[in-house]
């Protein structure tokens, strides 16, 4: 039987609540939301806590989809059936609708969430690499105030983050640009597994069709999921085409840092990061032309 | 600890270890074992009940999260002594065979006849994806929920009908 090691369990009855008791207890405390990556580390005593601080009755703060015209803003708290379910949310990034049909299954889908899921930092993470593809901005609250850190810098490692021992992932804020697409790509060995290598990819166009701006988010090969600048620099003010998909392809095939593993060798993982990535951006253009 | 939430409709408390999971508290404090352990790792789903009406991983839930709210089991499935119809197109359409997986599977089943009453062969497999079956294949898995769908709606039909007034039977023009 697996059972996490002892802890103290609290109940946060507000962010207010829950910055506070991590001030008190520090590194020995952790919050847990969904628990559903949390808890079977705990079991296997890969972590260990002498406090878990419950915020699923947090709710009301923290669990809402807040779509703007330039900027969608998403609550920590929001489950994953949630975001698989928003039809705003779909409409302006596809990419969370295609990665949250095959983030694990519907039933952990009913529990999870984004916050978690982003803090447990796992490189295998989907939702990690959709944000990372749509530069989200994590919004970090402390007891002196807020902070917003890129994605590109909230992950320092595997199951590290930029979240301090006192502070709580609070929102992720996505900014919302015109004639944008995006596309999510992923390679399971079964239903509801983690990764082989999953790709997301976002593409904005210009007036006259070529590319504005393109971003890539890669999870599984290395210890984060990976934003590949050269690929964005590679694309940018290009026509879409299938040799420039294969370029990318390419970037991302070279750029990346699978290791080989029970998934699948390293070359395998090149080559999945590759095709992945050109699939991505195929479809993430369709669809930034089919909006206009 | 204390925990108090209500299972299968009645209100429960109970003095916990914090790290005590919902499975287990169902199962060993409560005597509820109809909703069987198996991975511990929420892969199998074979722990699924409902937490607010929604099936989640019991393995994969602290009993003291579910402090509050409302937990269903598949001993709450059944009312009044009825078998849900879930339960029937299970036993009408061989739906298990060794049974480890059935509860819930019929949780899940449950859940998703109440959220979509007419769901496709796709749409049931994608519902019970995050379960394991080892026996059926999943054939008559998927049937028995298309069975327990089929008579819901025959019995909603049925409620549908207008009853007949009883002055025009026999003597209707």
Redesign the interface.
């Known amino acids: 039987?697996?059972?996490?090691?002892?802890?103290?369990?609290e109940?946060a009855t507000s962010v207010d609540h829950a910055i506070g008791l991590l001030e008190r207890l520090g590194g020995s405390a952790r919050l847990?939301a969904g628990?559903?990556s949390l808890?079977?580390m705990m079991?296997l005593r890969l972590a260990n806590f002498e406090y878990?601080i419950?915020i699923?009755d947090l709710r009301d703060e923290l669990g809402y989809l807040d779509v703007r015209t330039d900027e969608i803003r998403i609550g920590a708290l929001t489950r994953h059936r949630e975001l698989l379910e928003s039809d705003e949310l779909a409409a302006a990034f596809p990419i969370f609708r295609d990665a949250e049909k095959v983030i694990?299954?519907?039933?952990?889908r009913?529990?999870g969430t984004l916050g978690g899921s982003l803090c447990q930092a796992d490189p295998s993470e989907d939702l990690s690499a959709v944000c990372t593809t749509l530069d989200g901005r994590c919004v970090i609250r402390g007891q002196s105030g807020e902070r917003v850190v890129p994605m590109t810098e909230f992950h320092r490692g595997p199951y590290e983050t930029a979240v301090g021992d006192d502070e709580i992932l609070i929102e992720i804020r996505f900014p919302v640009r015109p004639r944008g697409g995006s596309a999510f790509e992923k390679v399971e060995r079964r239903?509801?597994d983690w990764a082989v290598v999953s790709a997301g990819a976002a593409v904005w166009l210009l007036d006259d069709g070529r590319i504005a701006d393109a971003r890539v988010g890669l999870a599984a090969v290395g210890p984060n999921t990976t934003a590949l600048p050269e690929i964005s620099a590679a694309l940018t003010g290009r026509e879409p085409s299938e040799e420039l998909y294969d370029e990318a392809g390419r970037l991302a095939a070279q750029g990346c840092r699978p290791e080989s593993d029970m998934r699948g060798s390293e070359e395998y993982k090149r080559h999945l990061a590759g095709e992945l990535t050109k699939r991505a951006l195929r479809r993430s253009v369709e669809r930034a032309r089919e909006r206009g | 600890m204390q925990v108090s939430m209500t299972v299968n409709g009645e209100e429960v408390t109970r003095e916990i270890e914090g790290r005590l999971l919902l499975v287990h508290f169902l199962r060993d404090v409560l005597g509820l074992t109809g909703t069987h352990w198996g991975c511990d790792t929420s892969n199998c789903g074979t722990c699924v009940v409902w937490l607010d009406g929604r099936p989640v991983k019991s393995c994969t839930v602290l009993a003291a999260m579910a402090g509050g709210h409302e937990v269903r089991t598949v001993e709450g499935l059944a009312q009044n002594g009825e078998l849900d119809p879930v339960q029937r197109g299970f036993m009408e359409c061989h739906g298990l065979q060794c049974g480890f997986c059935t509860p819930g599977m019929m949780m899940t089943a449950r859940a998703l006849l109440n959220e979509n009453p007419d769901p496709s062969p796709d749409e049931i497999r994608e519902a019970i994806s995050g379960q394991i079956c080892r026996c059926t294949g999943y054939a008559t898995i998927v049937r028995s929920v298309r069975w327990a769908a089929a008579y819901e709606a025959d019995q909603r039909a049925d409620a549908d009908q207008p009853a007949e007034p009883a002055a025009t039977t026999g003597g209707a023009p």
């Open positions: 039987m697996q059972v996490p090691a002892p802890f103290e369990y109940r847990v628990g559903h808890l079977p079991k878990l419950d699923n694990a299954d519907p039933v952990v009913n529990w239903a509801g």
